[in-house]
């Protein structure tokens, strides 16, 4: 005869043996340990940077607030008057504006450093590229240039590119440089 269900075996219950409890309370003690030294870390390292976020941003603001009323006739006016090519003022005069998220016009005796956003050398040769192509200047033999590795402000730029003489399509886009350069 078959045996009633009430006499089937109780269900056996899993016990946690110390050993399981040893191994669960290691990854539970670390985890509790390192989250708050992880967030504390964090904490270090987010306040200074937060801190000095807001300084800059107030530093470039008054900035700008120096600056109102600048625009490219202040900036062309900073340069004797025949002795730099116009549209290579205003290339290099919108080029920085624009990489200054145009919160302030540039100067001529800005350094092409924090202000600009202009601070390694592969930065500085990107700017006078775009701004060369741009113009139609060549750079072919830039250490003819009087300039030449002497560029550490605005000015330095635009009279570098003035210096430069004017390439094939660039005379071909603007006739009148042919005697010139």
């Not at 801190?51 to 490219?72: F, H, Q, V, Y």
């Not at 025949?82 to 624009?98: G, I, M, Q, T």
């Not at 002497?150 to 660039?170: H, K, M, N, W, Y």
Request: proline share 9%; glycine share 6%.
């Amino acid at each position: 005869m078959r045996k009633l269900s009430r006499h089937l075996p109780p269900l056996e219950t899993a016990t946690m043996t110390t050993e399981g409890c040893f191994l669960w309370c290691i990854p539970v003690a670390a985890f509790l340990y390192l989250v708050p030294q992880v967030i504390g870390i964090a904490l270090l390292l987010a306040v200074p940077i937060l801190l000095l976020s807001l300084r800059e941003d107030r530093r470039r603001a008054r900035l700008a607030a120096g600056r109102r009323g600048e625009s490219i006739c202040t900036f062309a006016r900073s340069f004797p008057r025949r002795s730099v090519d116009p549209w290579v003022l205003r290339a290099v005069y919108e080029e920085l504006h624009r990489a200054a998220d145009s919160s302030f016009p540039p100067r001529s005796m800005d350094p092409l450093g924090l202000d600009l956003g202009i601070c390694e050398v592969e930065d500085v040769e990107d700017l006078i590229v775009g701004v060369a192509d741009r113009v139609g200047r060549s750079l072919d033999a830039p250490e003819d240039n009087p300039h030449y590795a002497r560029i550490e402000t605005v000015g330095d730029v635009v009279r570098f590119l003035s210096a430069q003489p004017p390439s094939p399509a660039g005379l071909a886009l603007r006739p009148y440089l042919r005697g010139s350069s």
